[in-house]
């Protein structure tokens, strides 16, 4: 019992260090797969970068909602 009484903190940033894992693994295959598909299709280069940035754009917004989320409930 001694033990569990000194373990304190918030569990959201458990949460928030997971969820940052899925947003790199997201980031890397995005980048990943268009850098495959520029070198597949150099003539599509535009199109691919710009949907590229906008999968990044969008991972890294839920990145940033799950920074924030934890912190707005643990106001509450």
Known sequence: MGLLAEVSGNIGAIGYGLGVIGAG???GFIFGQGVQAIARQPE???LIR???LLGFVLVEALALIGLVVPFIYAGL
């Open 25 to 27: 693994i997201g980031v």
């Open 44 to 46: 599509a280069y535009n």
């Open 50 to 52: 710009q949907n590229m």
